[in-house]
């Protein structure tokens, strides 16, 4: 041991402000330094011969720098090939399964499955989601999207602009035995399996202005009942106004019987959505209101019961209603869809190679 080193040891050892830990290390390595023994170090200042010779050897080792800090404890960490774990998640998938997990990747890579979703999240990873998409093939599809969209941004005057669709096959179903309410510490239950009851099918209008919604349940759904239902519209809303329907590009819609009410009545005006685009039609959202608040967990033993459950959801639902703000214009709903098109177009390209 050098004179510069003893110096350094005598400070650390004397000092007030050192941790205990590394002045205990420091007389350790200056009594060895005199030439004495593991015991009888570990007798003079109560610790265990096992703790001196690793002292002793870590400084023998490193000097200085080998008693300043402990060693990492438990096992070294393993690192993690970050490419090749967004490679294979992106671009491959297991044997005899869909997707990754956690724990497939885990096992493939050596790691944790909490590495693996660490860094799924710091890349913005998501293999367990699955979202559904339709892009939309309508040769009049930019033609009805901004006629639709204008409508919703820049509404006619002394004009309603009516949203209408079928909810249809709504079932009534009865659980095949009762189940327990919410309680502390335990979730609502109800059995997986059902009783039919029977369907009806849901007619409605939403009013893009001020969120209200005209409402009918009808046994079918064919031409017969959406007329019955245009009249519902024509009693219910006020008759010096003209009005503009968003509806589905469907055959019911277009029948001839339908085609001769709407010229005997010319201020309804039809806007049809184009195909596989029922999403520019706004009552889809008060639709799944509907099931998420009303429909999912009801308990119906009839249709005559269901029927009223509808009922009363659209008479609460207009009691306070709340209109849904379209605020995406034509032009970037557009742009979105040529993006999607452009990408199908070379996913197909690509398997006809």
């Not at 110096?7 to 050892?13: H, I």
């Not at 709407?262 to 005006?269: D, G, K, Q, S, V």
């Not at 889809?284 to 967990?297: A, G, H, N, V, Y």
């Amino acid at each position: 041991m050098s004179p510069e080193e003893e110096a350094e040891l005598t400070k650390l050892a004397r000092s007030k402000v050192t941790s205990v830990r590394l002045a205990q290390r420091a007389r350790i390595v200056l009594l060895a330094a005199k030439g004495l023994q593991n015991k009888d170090i570990a007798a003079e200042l109560g610790v265990g011969r096992v703790q001196v010779a690793r002292w002793r050897d870590r400084y023998a080792q490193e000097r200085l720098q080998g008693i300043e800090h402990d060693l990492p404890r438990g096992a070294p960490a393993v690192k993690v090939d970050v490419n090749r774990l967004v490679e294979l998640t992106t671009q491959s998938t297991p044997e005899a399964a869909t997707h990754w997990s956690t724990r497939k990747m885990g096992a493939v890579l050596g790691v944790s499955a909490s590495t693996v979703m660490r860094h799924w999240q710091a890349k913005g990873l998501k293999p367990h989601l699955l979202r559904g998409f339709k892009v939309s093939r309508d040769p009049r599809f930019v033609e009805r999207l901004e006629d639709i969209v204008g409508l919703y941004m820049s509404p006619p005057e002394h004009a309603l602009v009516l949203c209408c669709d079928e909810k249809s096959q709504v079932q009534a179903l009865d659980r095949t035995q009762p189940g327990l309410p919410l309680k502390k510490g335990r979730a609502q239950t109800m059995t997986h399996d059902y009783k039919r009851h029977g369907t009806t099918t849901l007619f409605a209008a939403l009013n893009v202005l001020d969120g209200q919604v005209i409402g009918q349940c009808q046994q079918r759904h064919t031409h017969a009942e959406w007329l019955k239902f245009l009249r519902k519209i024509d009693r219910e809303t006020p008759k010096d106004k003209t009005l503009h329907l968003v509806a589905d590009n469907y055959a019911t819609h277009k029948h001839p019987a339908v085609q001769q009410w709407l010229a005997e009545h010319p201020r309804f005006n039809m806007h049809f959505t184009p195909a596989s685009a029922s999403w520019l039609n706004m009552v889809e959202r008060f639709f799944r209101d509907l099931t998420s608040e009303r429909l999912r967990r009801g308990v119906f033993a009839s249709v005559p019961e269901l029927v009223t459950a509808i009922d009363e959801y659209v008479a609460h639902h207009n009691h306070a209603p709340k209109p849904f703000i379209w605020t995406k214009s034509a032009r970037d709903i557009l742009q979105k869809v040529i993006g999607a098109n452009q990408r199908l177009s070379s996913k197909q390209n690509k398997t006809l190679r």
